[in-house]
């Protein structure tokens, strides 16, 4: 015979609970770690397996430690390349950027070539051609045109590897960065050109004044990834050969590795320079982002802890929604708010108006 209770609904039965997935009980449990602390734990992990294989390895640490300040003194060359190549860059993707949305048809053409050119050829090959071929085919046009041009004209245009690497590396950059500028520059809405027109400013005095302010903001992060990028591409420059007076960072380390006979040691401690390089820009580029960002993100008025002190229940006036917010809804409000029916203000939550009702 069943069992009913006393309300006739039938028998009360208890609900079967699911067991919760492994991954689900993980996330429970470390619900009150911190998500920075998370990634801390994460990265202390693979330095250990790092140093575990360091270790395992074999590595000839005296070796490292008594060679890696002759190494890292290719830093400052490696510095000096890329401050110079990006330098360029800017340069030249701006003058291309202006001349891909120009409507002049020689600078939209000339600035098209510059980057097709850049951009379909290998940086290597470009390298090279600078470097060898750029010389000899000065010569060939000194001999041809004797009576033309002087005879230290091939001497002008045969570089050190130094200098074709800053050269290189600004025009290989500035071919893609072209296309980073001229979309920052489209990004900014027309109406801020008019009203520059408007105005009566000239097209250097919008460009200056309006437009590449506000495109400045979404150009830096990408330019800083390809700064960063160059750093790292200065290490081909050690294929064309450099004096110890000018050797970037690979170079010292290719040449000293392999005289030792230690090239792991060298390349591991080259990976290792680049890598805490790159780093160290990196933090700069995040806090430079952030900085230019300062205007544009939108904030919460008040802050966290205004947030939390603030938050409130806002009841609809006669059930229904009160300012956008359906009944009941959690608002984010700040201490000092307007007096408004249903919402927080200086003394905290006040009720809201009470609803006469039709006496019929």
């Known amino acids: 015979m069943t069992t009913q209770d006393t309300t006739g609904t039938g028998a009360t039965r208890s609900p079967v609970v699911p067991p919760q997935p492994r991954r689900d009980r993980l996330a429970l449990a470390s619900a009150g770690v911190s998500f920075r602390a998370k990634v801390a734990l994460v990265w202390i992990a693979i330095f250990a397996v790092l140093g575990f294989l360091f270790w395992s390895a074999s590595f000839d640490n005296g070796w490292i430690g008594e060679h890696i300040g002759f190494i890292a003194r290719g830093l400052i060359f490696t510095l000096i390349m890329a401050a110079g190549g990006i330098v360029l860059a800017i340069t030249l993707a701006l003058i291309g950027a202006l001349g891909r949305l120009s409507r002049n048809p020689v600078a939209y053409?000339?600035?098209?070539?510059?980057?097709?050119?850049?951009?379909?050829?290998?940086?290597?090959?470009?390298?090279?051609?600078?470097?060898?071929?750029?010389?000899?085919?000065?010569?060939?046009?000194?001999?041809?045109?004797?009576?033309?041009?002087?005879?230290?004209f091939d001497d002008f245009f045969t570089w050190s590897a130094f200098q074709v690497g800053i050269v290189v590396l600004g025009l290989n950059y500035g071919a893609y960065m072209t296309e980073i500028f001229r979309a920052g520059i489209q990004s900014v809405s027309h109406g801020q050109g008019e009203a520059a027109d408007a105005l009566g400013m000239s097209y250097r005095q919008k460009l200056r004044r309006v437009i590449l302010p506000q495109a400045l903001r979404v150009v830096i992060p990408p330019t800083g990834n390809e700064f960063i990028a160059m750093m790292k591409d200065t290490a081909?420059?050690?294929?064309?050969?450099?004096?110890?007076?000018?050797?970037?960072?690979?170079?010292?380390?290719?040449?000293?590795?392999?005289?030792?006979?230690?090239?792991?040691?060298a390349l591991v401690t080259a990976a290792a320079l680049y890598w805490a390089l790159t780093a160290v820009f990196t933090f700069f580029q995040s806090r430079l982002e952030h900085r230019m960002s300062k205007g544009y993100v939108r904030t919460v008025a008040g802050g966290p802890r205004a947030r939390q002190r603030g938050k409130a229940i806002?009841?609809?006036?006669?059930?229904?929604?009160?300012?956008?917010?359906?009944?009941?809804?959690?608002?984010?409000?700040?201490?000092?708010?307007?007096?408004?029916?249903?919402?927080?203000?200086?003394?905290?939550?006040?009720?809201?108006?009470?609803?006469?009702?039709?006496?019929s």
């Open 109 to 152: 053409g000339v600035s098209g070539f510059y980057t097709s050119f850049f951009r379909g050829t290998p940086l290597i090959v470009q390298l090279f051609l600078f470097y060898l071929a750029m010389p000899r085919t000065a010569q060939n046009l000194v001999d041809k045109f004797p009576n033309s041009l002087p005879t230290t």
């Open 236 to 265: 081909l420059i050690s294929i064309l050969g450099q004096g110890i007076e000018s050797m970037e960072l690979f170079r010292r380390a290719q040449l000293l590795g392999n005289a030792d006979v230690r090239p792991t040691e």
């Open 314 to 359: 806002v009841p609809g006036a006669g059930g229904g929604e009160a300012y956008g917010a359906p009944a009941g809804s959690v608002m984010d409000a700040p201490d000092e708010e307007i007096g408004v029916t249903g919402h927080t203000h200086a003394g905290g939550l006040r009720p809201a108006d009470p609803v006469e009702e039709d006496p």
